[in-house]
Each structure stands twice: as C-alpha cells, then as structure tokens.
C-alpha cells in the first residue's frame, strides 16, 4: 500500500509475488461490527468462498466473529451448522453489556478492566480455547496495537509477533484474551497487559530494547489498521474487506475541556487515516493490482455494483452505521437488522465485482426485519 504500511512481519510476507489466495479483512466498530460482519461471513459461507480463503484478519469488533469462526471452523459443514455453532452464541453475547460492568469492576475491584472483558469473552463465546485450537488453514490473524513500540501486533496459530521485537511460536495465549487484546478501545477498555517474558521469545530482533519483551501493552487493533488489512495486503491478489468503522459526526459545539477536546481530534486523525486506507484499496482494486470486493456499513448498496440487491434504503443503514461503537446490549430487531445488512453489502459488492453474474440472494437471513 505505500509508506502507511509496516515492514513485513515475517519472512512468508516477503516475497514479490502475490500470492492467487483470497485474504479477508474485517475492521473494528464493537457490537455494531460484530453483527455486520457477522452477516457478511455468513454470506461469504454461502457462495463458497469464505472456506476457499487463505487467511482472515481481523481487529477489534470484527476480530469477536472472526474468532468464533475459526474455532467452530471444523462444526461449519452447512448453513445449519453456521447458524447454530457462529450466528446463535454471538447474538446470545450482544444482548448483554460488557463494557461499562468491566470498567466498574475494574475500578472497584482486584483485577483489570481487560480481565473482566476476557471473562465474559470466554464465558459467552471461547472457553478455555487457545490460539492452539486454531485451525492450520485459512490463517486466522487477529491484530492488537502494541503501545510501547506503536506496530501491529499479530496473534495466530503459528506464531504472535512484533516486527520490531519479536516472535513468540505457537503461543499457548486463551482465544478470549487474544480478543479483548484486539478489542481493548482506548482509553476505557485499555490497555491489555500480555503475560511475555524474554524466554517465552523464539526469535528476536536484534538490538531490541530488553524490557519490550516483558509484559507488553496492548491495545485495540483498529488503532493501528481499522479495516484489519495490513496482514493480508501484502500477501493476496484477491482481498474481500468488510468496513463497519464508524463515521465521525459533525459538532457545532464542539468540547472545549482538554480531555474531550483531545478525543475529538483523535478521532479526527483515526477517521482520517482510516479513509486513506480505503482510497488506497480502492485505487489498487482500479488500477488491476488487486483483485475483489469492498463493502462498508455506510455504503450506498447501489453503488456496490450488483443487479437486483436485497432492498436495503439508504435512510435505513445509516441508521444502521450510527450505532455506537460499544459493547453495549443491542435489543434483538437491531442484531437481525445489522446482520441482513452485513449481508446484503457483502452479497451486492461480491456479485458485482467477485462473482459476475452470481445468483443473488433469496432473501434477508431475518426477513421479518429487513434493514
């Protein structure tokens, strides 16, 4: 992509030759990406085309679907199966509150913010599962923000690494607390404090700073890469990316206090950099040197490129797209309106610009709910 990109993190992204594989990217955005992203997979399930990916990457909200994917992978044999073992229990963690409760309890409690978020994690979703329950393939990447050195930092089976300090091979790290690592938003839900020491490394940068290999902080992986990209860029020729990133509104009275006036401005500066990222995908999909498909929860379906789209009225998704970036209970009439739409996009900008002339979908996975 250009100067915005890390170095490679690993000699298998490295070579000059892109790879024919599909690499899929799911961003961050709480509940609200959860669920979209969680209708788009579905989706992707269907055409046949998410079982045909090399690797799936993903940050923050999305990572929670993603990573309930790859442990059920084995358990996907059909849509049944998908609904049961994927759809069900992530609807069943989105009706309940986990972020204020695990910031009260941080505060007034032993323990952190981010344990009382893992727990939850691990209870509604992931056990005592660990990277090692992973399938070999696809690769399942799931991205954090390393705060002491400002990179990405990669969870997955093989191995969990920071380019400017090292790798840790086949980390026995619990699914729930690689999860909260990708979704610990700052600053509330952050930072999440990996348990490392210099003996757990099995390769490390030269001339690494000692302390950078112990106890390292984390935080949301969408504060490097919101669309979860960077992993499979570099890679893949074909890349599906899911966009559910929030939209900064617009303040006529913006925040004078130094505390949320500085939030403000970050979030300037994220939704910025976040835009450049899909201009730059966008321009590489025109100019031929990549292949497939973008979809965002404020698209225009539209303008995604396919005939005969499920109904999806634009005053109804940006509805949709304005849901807060929370982990926050959603009623039951908004999951099912923020999975349709999820796969509506997906199914739209996938026929219209992956599968020509791929037989659209028959109709919403809720159809009572439209979107």
């Known amino acids: 992509m250009s100067s915005n990109i890390e170095e490679p993190v690993s000699t298998e992204d490295r070579g000059e030759q892109l790879e024919d594989g599909i690499g899929i990217a799911l961003s961050g955005g709480g509940y609200r990406a959860t669920l979209f992203h969680l209708g788009g997979l579905l ?31 084995p358990r996907l044999t059909d849509r049944d199966a998908f609904m049961t073992h994927v759809v069900a229990p992530i609807r069943k963690l989105t009706a309940i509150t986990i972020d204020i409760p695990s910031i009260v309890g941080g505060l007034l409690l032993p323990g952190s913010v981010a344990d009382r ?19 070999d393939a696809p690769r399942f990447v799931i991205n954090a923000t390393n705060v002491e050195t400002g990179s990405l930092w990669r969870f997955s089976k093989p191995y969990m690494r920071d380019w400017r300090v090292g790798t840790v091979e086949r980390p026995t790290v619990p699914l729930a607390e690689a999860v909260t690592a990708s979704s610990a938003f700052p ?3 952050s930072p999440y404090v990996l348990r490392v020491g210099a003996d757990d490394f099995t390769q490390i940068e030269p001339g690494v700073d000692e302390r950078l290999l112990e106890d390292v902080s984390l935080t949301d992986g969408g504060v490097y890469d919101n669309l979860g990209l ?3 860029y570099k890679r893949y020729r074909t890349l599906l990316v899911a966009d559910a990133g929030g939209a900064l509104q617009p303040d006529p009275s913006p925040p004078a206090d130094w505390a949320q006036h500085a939030k403000r401005v970050l979030d300037i500066i994220h ?22 498909a973008y979809w965002g929860i404020r698209s ?40 349709n739409w999820g796969y509506a996009a997906c199914d739209a900008a996938v026929r219209g610009h992956v599968l020509s002339g791929g037989t659209p979908a028959a109709a919403f996975p809720y159809p009572s709910s439209g979107v």
């Open 187 to 189: 600053p509330v839900l």
């Open 117 to 135: 978020v893992a727990e939850q994690y691990r209870r509604h979703l992931f056990g005592d599962a660990t990277l090692q329950d992973l399938p």
């Open 43 to 73: 989706r992707l399930f269907e055409a046949g085309l998410l079982m045909k990916a090399a690797r799936i990457s993903s940050v923050s909200g999305g990572s929670i679907t993603s990573a309930k994917v790859a442990l059920e992978w």
């Open 300 to 339: 225009d379906i539209a303008n995604l490129g396919a005939t005969s789209p499920l109904p999806a009225p634009l005053e109804r998704t940006r509805q949709l797209a304005a849901t807060p970036t929370r982990l926050k209970r959603l009623s039951s009439e908004l999951q099912e309106r923020l999975i």
């Open 271 to 292: 939704g910025q950099v976040s835009s450049v990222r899909v201009r730059q995908l966008i321009q590489a999909f025109d100019r031929g040197d990549r292949k497939g």
């Open 230 to 232: 960077e992993t499979v």
